[in-house]
């Protein structure tokens, strides 16, 4: 099979063909010059009816390819979709370009969700903060680099990340995929995995790609199927497995062995899973090299609990996440590097254009007055955590829940130049006069260094 950069789906001004580029790299540069911000992607006409043209024509017609089974258009429908969702699409229009990537693609044609929204079963709307978390997981897996998400709630990441999982296993050979999270209820059929089994469900009953599962339980499949040949069984299926643990009692558990992806659930609850990191990292690389991806995405809960995830996010090169250009660090327009940030203002309905894009000035304008009655209408507390739940930036995102003596942004400031290690410090250098007096001097590193250096010199010579 070629590789991820070679032979893409490419709807090219009204004619569909394919897109190559010479290396991963060059690929990466490409996703790089599309990747902007919800608001700036300009979705149209075009663009909503190639993103989601399957799960409409399954709206109406009950099925997706109404070919006779088996038929040669029935092969090459499935087989063309098959292609799309293990490359994704390239859209064309003018000196336009978008790109959909596979799983997304995949997650608005084949993978329906519960829409809370008209309370009934339905394919996910076209949100372009969804668009962007699909590029930006894209370039990170492109750059060899993990991810790291603080989002709002109610974006759909655990469905989007369980598509992601069920994309790689119904298509790759032998991938090894796990899921995590600090409680077994976050990933269990109460959580994600039931996601997984709605997903499984639909496509053994409505596309072409039928998956067994052996096992099929709870937190372990793995895509095989027993069948007899001649008078032996064997075993066959592309054997790829996802398998869920939860970190209540050891942070290390089911690290070992090798991982494409590990996702990591509810990562803003996670208060070990800097170390549930560390110990995946042997597992996601080989020598030098970087061979699987950590994702960790969640909204933030108690402070005491997220202090990783704030970690991956402020400070991303020490987990090599993949930072991205923000400004979006605090209220005032600071500008710095940060992990994936989705704020309440990006896809907020209802405002939201026909074509998926964010009214980001209507959304922000809208937050204001919102915030403006929560301050009203709370205490201090419950105000400062209401609205940490609904950030527009990193800061309200982390701050204090707390009412306090002293002044929070203060020491947020303190905080960050201790961690930066920004304070200011001297060196003074220790001595007694022939009365016995303490003399301090103020001296450089340098000379510091070269006055111990010469005093044990000093201590050498005079005890041989």
Same mark, same amino acid.
């Not at 527009?392 to 400031?413: G, M, Q, Y």
């Given at each position: 099979?070629?590789?991820i ?22 690929? /990466? ?20 009816k ?18 006779p ?19 994704? &699409?390239?859209?064309?229009e003018g ?7 596979r ?47 603080l ?5 759909? /990441? ?10 790689q296993?119904?298509?790759e ?10 409680l077994k ?5 109460k ?9 499984a469900?639909f ?15 709870v937190?372990m ?10 008078d ?8 790829g ?5 939860s970190f ?9 062995? =090798? ?12 208060p070990?899973?800097?170390?549930t ?17 950590f ?8 402070l ?9 996010? %402020?400070n ?28 309440e203002?990006?896809?907020?309905? =209802?405002?939201i254009d ?20 929560w ?5 201090p507390?419950?105000? %400062?955590?209401?609205?940490? %739940?609904?950030?527009?930036? &990193?800061k ?21 130049r ?25 001296v ?12 044990? %010199? ?7």
């Amino acid at each position: 099979m070629s590789e991820i950069y070679q032979d893409i789906p490419t709807y090219d001004n009204g004619t569909w063909t394919t897109t190559s580029f010479e290396s991963r790299m060059d690929f /990466s540069d490409f996703i790089f010059k599309l990747f902007k911000e919800p608001g700036e992607y300009n979705f149209n006409e075009t663009t909503t009816k190639l993103f989601v043209s399957e799960s409409d024509n399954f709206r109406k017609n009950a099925v997706y390819c109404t070919a006779p089974f088996k038929s040669k258009d029935f092969v090459n429908y499935w087989d063309d979709q098959k292609i799309k969702c293990r490359k994704g &699409i390239i859209i064309k229009e003018g000196a336009n370009n978008w790109f959909l990537a596979r799983e997304y693609y995949m997650w608005l044609n084949f993978l329906p969700i519960f829409n809370k929204e008209i309370q009934q079963f339905g394919f996910a709307d076209i949100r372009d903060a969804q668009y962007h978390m699909a590029l930006y997981e894209l370039l990170a897996e492109l750059n060899y680099q993990h991810v790291a998400i603080l989002k709002k709630r109610q974006i759909a /990441s655990s469905y989007y990340h369980m598509g992601k999982l069920i994309n790689q296993q119904w298509f790759e050979a032998g991938v090894t995929l796990k899921i995590g999270a600090s409680l077994k209820d976050y990933i269990n059929e109460k959580g994600s995995w039931k996601f997984l089994q709605e997903y499984a469900a639909f496509l053994n009953e409505h596309t072409a790609w039928y998956r067994p599962m052996s096992p099929d339980k709870v937190m372990m499949w793995q895509q095989k199927i027993e069948v007899r040949k001649g008078d032996r069984k064997t075993e066959v299926g592309l054997k790829g497995t996802i398998q869920g643990m939860s970190f209540e009692k050891d942070p290390t558990n089911g690290v070992g062995g =090798p991982v494409k992806f590990f996702f990591h659930e509810e990562a803003g609850i996670a208060p070990k899973m800097d170390q549930t990191y560390e110990y995946m990292r042997p597992a996601m690389r080989s020598g030098l090299m970087t061979t699987g991806m950590f994702i960790a995405a969640g909204s933030v809960g108690d402070l005491s609990q997220c202090n990783p995830l704030k970690d991956m996010i %402020q400070n991303p090169k020490s987990k090599d996440v993949y930072a991205v250009h923000t400004n979006l660090i605090d209220g005032k327009g600071t500008e710095g590097m940060s992990g994936l940030f989705i704020p309440e203002q990006w896809s907020m309905p =209802p405002y939201i254009d026909e074509y998926g894009n964010s009214l980001v000035e209507e959304s922000l304008k809208a937050l204001d007055e919102q915030f403006i009655e929560w301050k009203d209408d709370l205490s201090p507390e419950d105000y %400062q955590l209401r609205i940490s %739940q609904h950030p527009r930036n &990193i800061k309200e995102a982390f701050d204090h829940r707390t009412v306090s003596v002293f002044p929070p942004h203060l020491l947020a400031a303190q905080d960050r130049r201790i961690e930066e290690k920004e304070y200011g410090y001297e060196f003074l250098e220790m001595s007694t006069d022939a009365e016995g007096n303490l003399q301090l001097q103020k001296v450089t590193k340098v000379q510091l260094q070269n006055s111990l250096l010469e005093r044990r %010199q000093k201590i050498r010579q005079d005890v041989l």
